[in-house]
T-cell receptor, first 114, second 115 residues
Framework: AQSVTQPDIHITVSEGASLELRCNYS??????LFWYVQSPGQGLQLLLKYFSGDTLVQGIKGFEAEFKRSQSSFNLRKPSVHWSDAAEYFCAVAPNNAGNMLTFGGGTRLMVKP | NAGVTQTPKFQVLKTGQSMTLQCAQD?????MSWYRQDPGMGLRLIHYSVGAGITDQGEVPNGYNVSRSTTEDFPLRLLSAAPSQTSVYFC??????????????FGPGTRLTVL
């Protein structure tokens, strides 16, 4: 069975600082990988996804993520955080033959200091 | 397009009561699913449907029933609510293909409290 671990439950960064959110997965083959963002009281919005090919994936709102097969990781990065990035971030995986069957990590709550 | 809509936004139930959480989408998506979100556990799949008349269980189906009589609607039923079902419930939908992924669109959620 697939699983996802997000080791950091909370992260606080200063506005303008860089950000990296960690995600590790367990799956027998290369899965489909996703990052979602959830603003307070809202549903989930897809930031970016990886299926195959280039291991550095660009998403919306200036986010990017890098797939590292050797480390089973798919970390999310942003070079300069804005106050509006404060939200909860979820990493998710799906089998590469059933892309709708998402398994989510526990989430990382990002707080941004002015 | 309204996207994925869920009603109600908030609900308080007493133990043993029943209720139905509504989910509708207007994007003609074949695939619909229900998740529950609990602190520190992310979202967990309850039930899903790949088309009208077809449903299946996800990771945490106990205590919940679903049916899919139309493409647009996918209600989630709690037959006898328990405090352990206190959670935020999200409905999602996407196109269903056999060969590649289509983005899932999530509704705004229903916050359910069972006393």
């Amino acid at each position: 069975a697939q699983s996802v671990t997000q080791p950091d439950i909370h992260i606080t960064v200063s506005e303008g600082a860089s950000l990296e959110l960690r995600c590790n997965y367990s799956y027998g083959a290369t899965p489909y990988l996703f990052w979602y963002v959830q603003s307070p009281g809202q549903g989930l919005q897809l930031l970016l996804k990886y299926f195959s090919g280039d291991t550095l994936v660009q998403g919306i709102k200036g986010f990017e993520a890098e797939f590292k097969r050797s480390q089973s990781s798919f970390n999310l990065r942003k070079p300069s955080v804005h106050w509006s990035d404060a939200a909860e971030y979820f990493c998710a995986v799906a089998p590469n033959n059933a892309g709708n069957m998402l398994t989510f990590g526990g989430g990382t709550r990002l707080m941004v200091k002015p | 397009n309204a996207g994925v809509t869920q009603t109600p936004k908030f609900q308080v139930l007493k133990t043993g009561q029943s209720m139905t959480l509504q989910c509708a989408q207007d994007m003609n998506h074949e695939y619909m699913s229900w998740y529950r979100q609990d602190p520190g556990m992310g979202l967990r799949l309850i039930h899903y449907s790949v088309g009208a008349g077809i449903t299946d269980q996800g990771e945490v189906p106990n205590g919940y029933n679903v049916s899919r009589s139309t493409t647009e609607d996918f209600p989630l039923r709690l037959l006898s609510a328990a405090p352990s079902q206190t959670s935020v419930y999200f409905c999602a939908s996407s196109y269903e293909t056999a060969s590649y992924y289509n983005e899932q669109f999530f509704g705004p959620g229903t916050r359910l409290t069972v006393l």
